[in-house]
């Protein structure tokens, strides 16, 4: 029976009600629509509006409630209320009978629901921010473990200049810090309570909103009802830390992806974490990571189908908001389990060091140097580029490395170069020359190693 039935003469439509309830996907809320419930109780004894046995009835009848839904959380979808809400107070009325009938006092689904899904926000913004922090874990133990291996760095795909291996995972921690505190803020923001702001225009009871907001455990009570209940800006700000993270995650694991390819061969995937392939008994596939680039597409089209719920709206509660909730429940778990996947994963990835060296090694990675080293005999940084550059050339004729070029032949190119250019030219004299804050020396990679480490110990 639906709860709002007094005006209509006419029983709904099937097909409408299907179209139009959300028990299916808000049951999840029921502890929050419980906890909320609770609160506006209390509420109402301060108010005056329930005497205190009722008061006392209402907490103890929502108690129980709680307490089945933490044995079934399913326990909901075995009825035909229309939404949570309606479930929460059908439950409470089979059980309590008239003094039921008064929790609805001054509030209305629109503050409810607005303050449900505030809280379980918060509560599964938590669960993502501990999935971040073994991700971010995950990350330094890799750094840690990678020590001074060094691997070819890229840019357009182009072998660039060698990199260390620990340097590559620290990049990642960056990006993850930076979602990490993207996540605090946007809770920090919602940590508002819209409940006592009634359908739109305010309640008429005489709330004690301050302390409503406090029982909750909200920072503050919202200023504005009309704002209050339409406010779905935590879904679009979690949605969009959400898109961040997870395309850091897809970028992360695009790089391994080729890392793991026969081309590169930089890591090897355990067995623990590859799939095999029904035809080709040689695979060892990456799925999992193919999966967290996946997902990301799926992330991302949530954050657009919010923005497109909202876009148009007008102030203040439509229906249209109900849509705010099938793909956000989606998001934060696939969030929160990519995070815990890709921390569980990122030991079984193995670095092949002589591998990585060897490629460092190969694409004339070390051109920089040559043309670096010809700086410090005084040549002018655009003459040295272009000198190191004839040396490329000569070198790639001869397909041999430039270190492998005789010195006379260095000669014929600039007769500045002596006999020191070869340990100019190694991968260490290359690394350790990085050696400015943010660089790829080894020194200057375990220092913000270290920092990290501190960073997250701190947390
Ligand atoms: N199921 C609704 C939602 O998720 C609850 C609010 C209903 N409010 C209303 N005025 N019909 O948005």
């Not at 072998?159 to 990490?180: C, G, I, N, S, T």
């Not at 302390?211 to 406010?231: E, P, W």
């Not at 490395?401 to 030219?425: C, G, K, R």
Request: aromatic fraction near 8%; include cysteine; hydrophobic fraction near 50%.
């Amino acid at each position: 029976m639906a709860m709002w039935g007094g005006r209509f003469t006419e029983a709904t439509l099937a097909e409408f009600r299907d179209f139009n309830d959300s028990l299916s996907f808000d049951y999840q809320l029921a502890l929050q629509d419980i906890a909320a419930s609770r609160a506006w109780a209390a509420g109402l004894l301060q108010a005056g509006i329930i005497n205190q046995q009722e008061a006392q009835q209402l907490d103890a009848g929502l108690a129980d409630l709680a307490v089945a839904i933490e044995a079934d959380p399913t326990l909901p979808l075995q009825t035909q209320e229309e939404d949570i809400h309606s479930w929460v107070e059908a439950q409470l009325t089979a059980k309590l009978g008239a003094v039921a009938k008064k929790l609805h006092t001054g509030r209305s689904r629109n503050d409810l629901v607005a303050t449900d899904l505030r809280l379980w926000t918060r509560l599964n913004a938590g669960y993502v921010r501990q999935a971040l922090l073994s991700v971010l874990r995950a990350l330094l133990v890799f750094a840690e473990r990678a020590g001074t291996d060094v691997m070819p760095g890229f840019t357009h795909l182009q072998r660039a200049q060698p990199v260390l291996v620990a340097h590559w995972a620290l990049a990642y921690v960056e990006m993850f810090k930076r979602d990490l505190s993207r996540l605090d803020d946007a809770v920090a923001r919602l940590d508002v309570c819209p409940l006592g702001c009634g359908a739109l225009a305010g309640t008429g009871v005489a709330m004690d909103r301050h302390t409503l907001a406090q029982r909750l455990g909200f920072a503050q009570a919202a200023a504005n009802s009309l704002d209050a209940v339409s406010d779905r800006d935590y879904v679009v700000e979690l949605s969009a830390a959400a898109s961040l993270c997870m395309t850091h995650l897809s970028r992360l694991s695009e790089d391994v992806i080729f890392f793991c390819s026969g081309e590169a061969a930089f890591f090897k995937l355990g067995d623990a974490i590859s799939s095999g392939s029904s035809l080709m008994p040689q695979k060892k596939n990456p799925d999992v990571f193919e999966l967290l680039r996946g997902k990301t597409g799926r992330v991302l089209g949530h954050l657009v189908a919010i923005l497109h719920v909202l876009k148009g709206l007008p102030l203040a509660y439509n229906k249209d908001m109900q849509e705010d909730k099938q793909g956000f429940f989606d998001l934060m778990a696939t969030w929160q389990q990519s995070l815990l996947v890709l921390a569980t994963v990122l030991p079984h990835l193995a670095v092949n060091t002589e591998q990585c060296r060897r490629a460092a090694e190969l694409g004339y990675s070390n051109a920089t140097d040559l043309a670096d080293y010809l700086v410090a005999k005084g040549v002018p940084f655009r003459d040295a580029h272009e000198l190191s550059g004839a040396l490329v050339l000569k070198a790639s004729a001869a397909k041999v490395a430039l270190e492998a070029l005789p010195l006379t032949e260095m000669q014929q190119v600039s007769p500045l170069i002596t006999d020191d250019v070869y340990a100019a030219l190694t991968i260490e004299a290359g690394l350790a020359k990085r050696a400015a804050l943010g660089g790829t020396a080894p020194q200057q990679v375990l220092w913000q190693l270290k920092q990290a480490q501190q960073w997250f110990d701190a947390l």
